[in-house]
């Protein structure tokens, strides 16, 4: 704050951060108060809002705790949410450090573009285009037969082809963290790993990870909290036995008409959320700082 008010004054500096309060209290405090006061409330007629029966409770939370499916989609979703961090730190971590330590200026510039342009394009539609992809007489499908691996299509849809779209939808938010904290990091280092006879596994292990701790986990952080939250996804690559979590939040504000218990459901799922966030970056052992940066 200091540096804010030395670079741009006094008069500047104080619209800046009255900008910034207005917008988190109206954004960001403000529906989160709603959101709670709304799951601690029962669902009411119109009639009886603001009456003796309208008080708070946490019927919304225990209907959660005793309702046997929906406690099991939501640590479902958990883990499985957890699972596409890992899958996505896998797919990502040798990508990003080919590009920040192996890549030349035009291979970086050409990797960028085909990892960043596909983006531009709505989430629905790059999830549509992996329904097809999937699809049951899709491309998939096609390709695997032609070669021999298969000899009957095989239904893609599910808790895989789920998987396989959010690798995909969140490849950038696990990337490019990834790539930032990699790139600074001095290639003599390698260099003398290398000339002091340490394997590549090691090297990775010894030096470049503890170096890109910080990016990792915020592309861990990023990629969990977006998968948790998703909808498209799920309800377009999933079947009816790989529901998440988000799906039954939607069907409780806009099928079922309950937005207490919606509000419910999803205040669960923001506090679990916050709570891996901060178990993550105490493994990583970084602070909310470094992963801002």
């Known amino acids: ?4 008010y030395a670079r741009f004054g006094g008069g500047l500096a104080t619209i800046f951060l009255s900008l910034v309060l207005i917008w988190l209290a109206a954004m960001v405090l403000a529906p989160n108060l709603m959101m709670i006061d709304y799951a601690l409330r029962p669902n009411l007629p119109p009639a009886q809002i603001g009456s003796e029966a309208d008080t708070w409770s946490l019927d919304n939370f225990l209907y959660l705790a005793n309702e046997g499916v929906h406690r099991a989609i939501f640590f479902k979703t958990v883990w499985a949410s957890a699972l596409v961090a890992a899958l996505t730190l896998v797919v990502c971590y040798p990508i990003a450090f080919w590009m920040a330590q192996r890549a030349t200026p035009g291979q970086l ?4 573009m085909l990892v960043i342009i596909p983006f531009f394009i709505n989430e629905v539609l790059r999830t549509l285009a992996w329904f097809i992809i999937l699809a049951y007489r899709g491309p998939l499908n096609a390709v695997l ?3 021999g691996l298969i000899d009957a299509p095989i239904r893609w849809q599910g808790d895989g082809g789920v998987l396989a779209g959010m690798v995909y939808a969140y ?3 696990m990337l490019l963290p990834i790539y ?3 790139e600074s990091l001095d290639r003599s280092q390698l260099e003398a790993a290398r000339d002091l006879g340490s394997p590549t596994w090691r090297t990775h292990w010894r030096v470049v990870i503890p170096h890109a701790k910080a990016g990792i986990a915020t592309g861990c952080v990023f990629t969990f909290m977006l998968a948790a939250g998703s909808y498209v996804a799920p309800a377009l690559l999933g079947s009816p036995g790989s529901r998440w979590f988000t799906e039954i939040i939607y069907n409780w504000f806009f099928e079922g008409g309950d937005w207490n218990r919606g509000a419910a459901y999803a205040l669960t799922l923001l506090v679990l959320c916050l709570a891996v966030v901060l178990v993550t970056l105490r493994l990583f052992r970084v602070n909310l700082t470094d992963v801002a940066k």
């Open 180 to 182: 930032n904290a990699i």
């Open 171 to 173: 490849i950038l938010f």
């Open 1 to 4: 704050m200091r540096d804010l």
């Open 145 to 147: 037969q032609g070669i």
């Open 109 to 112: 510039s050409i990797a960028l």
